[in-house]
């Protein structure tokens, strides 16, 4: 076997390795759903036979009697808003970090570093108590806010990071080249900023999305209660 | 200073603050609220008995033989699941960045596990696991009726493979974050001095991606200190799998003892302090030049 081929198998190799790794538990999780009740038990990796029953299930009785479908707008609906404000805070922030001198600027990074390590668990108490008193507990905007503190962090320094790669220059050559100020803004440099903002928002949504302790604890119904917390309870319950 | 410079730091000014500001409304505020309830009895199941208790919270906490199983158990899943993903992402971020093919589908499908709801990757990998509904038992080499949440360390060995499993792409990312800035020419230069691929490993890529190891070691192993969603999802503390912030929430919002729940609240957020400032003290200056806005 020549050099070439010998690499090409061991990639190959590799490329297998990661990609069951990261497959296995997700394929093995539809699986699970497309078992009819019966057939749950078999401990069979590949269902034996297909059934859409559980997911019909979800979706039985429409908004007020499905289980999932009130979580289910819940959830999106506090994680596009978390992430809209979190993008546009973060913008002005890090535009600010990146272009501007000014003093207290490591202030706000080591700030927002500090914060991206705090433990969510040392404010669920107080939060708990300050959203009882202001009526916020178990409401929409009771879970947006602390997981704008918590995203935030994260989307300063990816933006912050893009924006210092962007070449600000351009935008005084489109002017002389005869741009309005707007149109410098919104035909050189949003599209240069555009993937930066879309990795930012992909992952301020994931945070918000994914979050199970604040949604446990700061809701106690459908009203607010999103997917993660609403998901069908554990075994030991 | 002139009034250009000024009118500058004022723009810059006003454009953080609203950043600034939502970022402490739910940390800085928060915590001194914690700090001042962890000094009284508050219980809300009894709203009347009450007051200034001083610090008998805390001496309750740290003279509790249960906090320190609780710490013993969140820094042996930390250490054992951080370590675990550091030599998994390493591997996975080489795959990445070096595959002469299928980067793409490789990075793809990497992102996979971050983009799951852990709660969800929980639930599936309880399901693998159990002896009723799992497939894992039927695997050969492993006895059929294995109870894996029947014990303390066959509970930890599946916590630790589903955190691991969703938390490894992270680490690949920011490791492959390192990994790219590394010049391609130092490799042909070590190749042609007759350097093996392991002396290239060891004495190029480990050197030169240290501020990013360590970046990514500090946000890890910070983020696994507050393991909560998987341990409370498969076991509930139950067989001595008790987290610290198990036990914070078990306080604060099952028993709705405030006072006892909030001196565990300050203390694990003394201790991620701790960890902090040992990692900066131990690395500070290589953490410095990892860092996007140094």
């Not at chain 2, 002139?2 to 000014?13: F, Y």
């Amino acid at each position: 076997m020549g050099r070439g081929s010998r690499d090409y198998a061991y990639w190959s190799i590799a490329i297998a390795v990661v990609l069951i790794f990261a497959l296995i538990p997700v394929v093995w999780l539809i699986s699970v759903s497309l078992k009819p009740p019966e057939a749950v038990t078999d401990g069979r990796f590949i269902p034996s036979e297909v059934s859409f029953d559980n997911y019909k299930s979800l979706f039985e009785g429409g908004i007020d009697d499905s289980p999932f479908i009130k979580p289910l707008i819940n959830s999106i609906v506090i994680a596009l808003t978390t992430t809209v404000i979190a993008i546009v805070l973060a913008s002005f922030a890090a535009y600010a970090i990146a272009r501007l001198e000014f003093p207290g600027k490591r202030l706000i990074l080591a700030g927002a570093l500090a914060i991206a390590m705090f433990p969510p668990i040392s404010t669920v108490g107080p939060l708990f108590d300050m959203w009882r008193a202001l009526g916020l507990y178990d409401t929409y905007p009771g879970l947006i806010i602390p997981y704008l503190t918590f995203s935030l962090p994260l989307a300063i320094y990816v933006l912050v990071a893009f924006f210092r790669e962007i070449p600000w220059d351009l935008e005084q050559a489109a002017q002389v080249d005869g741009a309005t100020p707007f149109q410098a803004f919104t035909k050189v440099i949003v599209p240069l900023a555009a993937p930066g903002v879309f990795t930012a928002a992909i992952l301020v949504f994931i945070f918000a999305w994914n979050d199970f302790l604040f949604a446990i604890s700061l809701t106690s119904s459908d009203a607010s209660r999103t997917v993660p917390a609403a998901s069908p309870q554990p075994r030991w319950w | 200073m002139s009034s250009r410079t000024r009118s500058e730091h004022k723009l810059a000014w006003m454009l953080c603050a609203p950043a600034v500001l939502a970022m402490l409304a739910v940390t800085a505020y928060p915590i001194g609220y914690a700090v001042v309830l962890s000094l009284q009895q508050i219980d809300l199941r009894f709203p009347d008995e009450g007051g200034f208790v001083g610090l008998d919270n805390y001496s309750a906490v740290l003279t509790s033989q249960l906090w320190w199983e609780d710490i013993f158990n969140t820094v042996f899943l930390m250490v054992t699941s951080v370590a675990i993903e550091l030599v998994l992402g390493m591997a996975i971020a080489l795959v990445m960045h070096r595959a002469i093919f299928g980067r793409g589908v490789v990075r793809t499908s990497v992102l996979i596990p971050y983009g799951i709801i852990t709660v969800v990757a929980a639930f599936a990998w309880q399901f693998a696991f159990a002896p009723d509904t799992g497939f894992v038992n039927h695997l050969p080499l492993i006895a059929d009726d294995m109870d894996w949440f029947g014990g303390r360390f066959s509970s930890f060995a599946v916590i630790i493979m589903a955190e691991v499993w969703k938390t490894t792409p992270f680490m690949a990312l920011l490791l492959l974050a390192g990994l790219v800035t590394i010049d391609g020419g130092l490799y042909e230069a070590a190749k042609v001095d007759g350097a093996s691929a392991w002396q290239r490993f060891t004495r190029i890529t480990l050197p030169l991606m240290k501020p990013a190891i360590l970046v990514a070691l500090l946000f890890r192993t910070l983020d696994a200190f507050r393991v909560f969603d998987t341990i409370f999802i498969m076991t509930r503390g139950a067989q001595d799998t008790e987290s610290v912030s198990i036990l914070g929430f078990n306080q604060l919002i099952s028993r709705l003892n405030l006072g006892l729940g909030s001196a565990v609240s300050v203390l694990i957020f003394l201790c991620v302090f701790l960890i902090a400032f040992l990692f900066v003290r131990g690395f500070g200056t290589k953490l410095d030049e990892g860092r996007p806005g140094g």
